[in-house]
């Protein structure tokens, strides 16, 4: 199962981006999904998930307040929209689809991945 993730690219500070992420529907209908991200030289970090409903969404410290994830069942597509973009925000974005029930930033709950998408932020 392969999902896909675009959106990615070249923005100022202070810019936006909407990243998406698509899977077949018979993954999408029944998965949470999330959003993982890896800068340079540093490990994969939970950025924010979604379940499989839409009704419950988890943000990590950095992405609260300037990202909002979202989902739609048609398109069978999750989306990151990320706001206000800093610098800091550089790094290579995966999403991820899970069925389980425990911690949703936890990578190795997630049993499928996208092939990343990449965020540069420029100052």
């Known amino acids: 199962v392969q999902l896909q993730a675009f959106g990615g690219g070249l923005v100022q500070a202070g810019g936006y981006l909407r990243l998406s992420c698509t899977a077949p529907?018979?993954?999408?209908?029944?998965?949470?999904m999330g959003w993982f991200r890896q800068a340079p030289g540093s490990e994969r970090e939970f950025v924010s998930a979604?379940?499989?409903?839409?009704?419950?969404?988890t943000y990590s410290d950095s992405a609260k307040g300037r990202f909002a994830i979202s989902r739609d069942s048609v398109e069978s597509t999750v989306y990151l929209h990320m706001s206000n973009l800093k610098p800091e925000d550089t790094a290579v974005y995966y999403c991820?689809?899970?069925?389980?029930?425990?911690?949703?930033?936890?990578?190795?709950?997630?049993?499928?991945w996208g092939q990343g998408t990449e965020v540069t932020v420029s100052s």
């Open positions: 991820g689809a899970t069925r389980s029930s425990g911690y949703k930033a936890r990578q190795s709950e997630y049993v499928y």
């Open positions: 529907e018979r993954i999408f209908s029944s998965y949470d």
């Open positions: 979604i379940s499989w409903n839409g009704a419950v969404t």
